[in-house]
């Protein structure tokens, strides 16, 4: 079963940028007190509609695994991306004073490509933690990496083989990676753009999430409602990794994030990530949504 897009009314402003038209949602207008800002670049009117929908739906879907995006205000910028062979080739997130998200979109993708497609949700997760020193990416990636597929998950955008399957997908590139990018986490990471090592970096990352997850249902709780805590109570703009674990065992009140980091971050193998862990996960999960 697929979600369907919430109806959401927009005022249009007057352009504000060359080539970009904005729409801006008020606080009143979210369930949350974020100010949306969405600008368009090369899109027609239905065009925009069609991704005014899909952005909508997209926070809403990870406003729902996680907590409300934690700052008072985002921008996404939308470009039109042409030859494009995807929904959305190209996305980042820009940390600057406001924050943005940036996206380079197929104009002519459905909704439900769109929303069938994970990029939003990965850089929609990135907002939820800090920006880290770049020996500690696998960390930020890791996170959005993981945070994807979960997303989609508790949307009923996938199910739960599904759901299994792509994680499974993403692990095995990441081992080949390893093999193809070797040395430990921490110096890959560092210079991951260099030597183009983003699968072993993102994976690795995600299979540190999931270990510290698994251990984290154990204990009755799990990954989402940490972060959700966090984000609520101690996001800093930026920080190092060892500061970012340290603070999550803080509201953990546990030692899983930094035993599990001593574990990772200077590792030379890939992660072995067991079937089994991930039916847990998903379980947890799905039966989280059914609840």
């Not at 729409?23 to 974020?34: G, K, N, P, Y």
């Not at 803080?250 to 030692?255: F, L």
Request: glycine content about 6%; proline content about 5%.
């Amino acid at each position: 079963m697929k979600p369907t897009a919430p109806q959401i009314p927009y005022r249009v402003l007057l352009p504000i940028a060359v080539g970009f038209i904005c729409f801006v949602i008020s606080a009143l207008e979210l369930s949350h007190a974020t100010q949306l800002d969405i600008k368009h670049s090369g899109l027609s009117k239905q065009q925009a509609k069609t991704v005014n929908l899909w952005i909508t739906q997209g926070i809403d879907a990870v406003e729902q695994t996680l907590s409300p995006i934690p700052m008072d205000s985002l921008t996404i910028e939308v470009v039109r991306k042409r030859y494009a062979r995807e929904p959305v080739p190209f996305a980042q997130v820009d940390r600057g004073s406001p924050t943005k998200v940036k996206l380079q979109v197929d104009a002519n993708a459905s909704l439900q490509e769109f929303v069938d497609d994970w990029t939003l949700y990965h850089e929609l997760s990135h907002l939820y933690l800090p920006y880290l020193d770049t020996p500690s990416f696998w960390l930020n990636e890791g996170f959005a990496t993981y945070m994807q597929y979960l997303t989609m998950l508790g949307a009923k955008v996938i199910d739960l083989s599904q759901y299994e399957a792509r994680m499974k997908d993403g692990f095995d590139r990441g081992k080949a990676r390893t093999r193809s990018h070797p040395g430990r986490l921490s110096d890959v990471s560092d210079d991951m753009w260099n030597r183009g090592a983003f699968t072993r970096v993102y994976w690795s990352g995600a299979a540190y999430f999931a270990e510290v997850d698994r251990a984290l249902i154990a204990r009755g709780t799990d990954l989402t409602h940490v972060i959700g805590q966090y984000s609520q109570c101690c996001l800093r703009q930026n920080s190092s990794g060892w500061q970012l674990v340290t603070q999550l065992d803080k509201v953990s009140r546990s030692k899983i994030f930094t035993d599990t980091y001593l574990e990772y971050y200077q590792r030379r193998d890939f992660p072995s990530i067991s079937p089994g862990t991930l039916q847990k996960i998903s379980h947890h999960y799905h039966s989280e949504t059914e609840a």
